[in-house]
């Protein structure tokens, strides 16, 4: 399975661990990082709480 990569253009908070990503084909899903976060986090996700809070003010 082949897949593209597409250039995120903004992103919304969602409920809590949820970013909306909007896309610039126009495509905006809501991704839960939940289960990432809740579970996986610590061991494969150290510094996505930073890379989140900087999209944030980047897009501010």
Avoid at 13 to 29: C, N
Avoid at 31 to 42: K, S, Y
């Amino acid at each position: 399975m082949q897949h593209g990569i597409h250039k995120v253009v903004g992103f919304e908070k969602g409920a809590p661990y949820t970013l909306q990503v909007k896309f610039a084909d126009g495509m905006s899903p809501t991704i839960d990082f939940a289960p990432a976060i809740l579970h996986d986090g610590p061991r494969f996700f150290p510094d996505l709480r930073k890379l989140v809070e900087t999209w944030e003010r980047s897009a501010a």
